[in-house]
């Protein structure tokens, strides 16, 4: 079988973009998506996104982690996915769309500058050393010092497969602050197995979190990430978040078509 694939990319976040709008792509072959996945032996990216259609909004979101299973929300791959929509015309600059954890809604520029709005958040666990929360998908969030030398992958895997998150685990982001309204990131990411350049899902789980520890004031913040840079702004009222929004560019990588 052939599959037409285009490459997108996000703050270095990067994923396989399917047409599935005729329903041909084997959606149960696990095997499959991990080898369009593989990076020695596939494609290579951090995930698999299919565009379907949908009755009550413009498009549907179905997203596999790199290792070929299905997963919970991906904000930057939400956001490539706008772009993608975008580039096969089936939006124009603004839409709906469905995806695991609901309705979305959001926009892209000429420039390819995507908007995304997340779910409210209205769930926060803080302990002493750490935070969590859903933001789409589970997010451990935890402040160090040397983030630039920290070992993410060991640390964020100890964490990950902890007695604290059980089977499903979490993903698991450190944080370092710059200033009033700006963190630097790094995420290690479930399904993926190790840290990614960028996790837009895991950036909103930072700047709310930031928030409700008293780490900062604002409700618009800027996250750096190895791969780039995003934006999270949010409205706040008696401790939840609502009118959460995930900023940042959405970049078409090439197309190609691959034989399985």
């Keep these: 079988m052939q599959i037409e694939f285009y490459k997108y990319q996000g703050t270095g976040n990067d994923f396989v973009m399917i047409d599935n709008r005729l329903n ?3 959606k149960e072959n696990v095997q499959l998506i991990a080898h369009l996945c593989d990076r020695r032996f596939g494609i290579g990216a951090d995930g698999l996104i ?7 909004t413009d498009f549907k979101m179905v997203y ?8 919970s ?21 603004s839409c709906t769309f469905i995806a695991t954890d609901g309705l979305h809604h959001a926009t892209v520029t000429e420039n390819g500058i995507v908007s ?8 926060i666990k803080k302990e002493n050393d750490y935070t969590f929360m859903n933001t789409g998908s589970p997010h451990h969030v ?16 100890a964490i990950r497969y902890s007695s604290l998150y059980g089977k499903e685990g979490s993903n698991i982001n450190f944080v370092k602050k710059i200033n009033e309204d700006t963190f630097s990131l790094r995420t290690y990411e479930r399904g993926v197995e190790d840290e990614t350049l960028a996790c837009g899902t895991g950036a909103t789980a930072v700047a709310i979190a930031m928030n409700a520890t ?4 604002a409700t618009s913040i800027n996250l750096n990430v190895e791969g780039g840079k995003l ?3 949010f409205d706040k009222k008696d401790g939840n978040y609502t009118n959460v929004f995930l900023i940042g560019p959405a970049k078409f990588v090439f197309k190609g078509s691959i034989e399985v």
Excluded: W
């Design 24 to 26: 041909f792509f084997p």
């Design 50 to 56: 299919l565009l379907e259609n949908d009755t009550d």
């Design 64 to 71: 596999y982690n790199s290792d070929g299973n299905q997963s």
């Design 73 to 93: 929300m991906c904000g930057n791959g939400g956001r490539c996915l706008v772009a993608f929509a975008k580039k096969r015309n089936v939006i124009n600059n």
């Design 116 to 123: 995304l709005q997340m779910i409210d958040v209205n769930s």
């Design 142 to 157: 935890q402040v160090v010092e040397d983030l630039e030398n920290y070992n993410i992958k060991d640390n964020g895997a």
């Design 214 to 217: 008293g780490h900062t004031d």
């Design 231 to 233: 934006a999270v702004s």
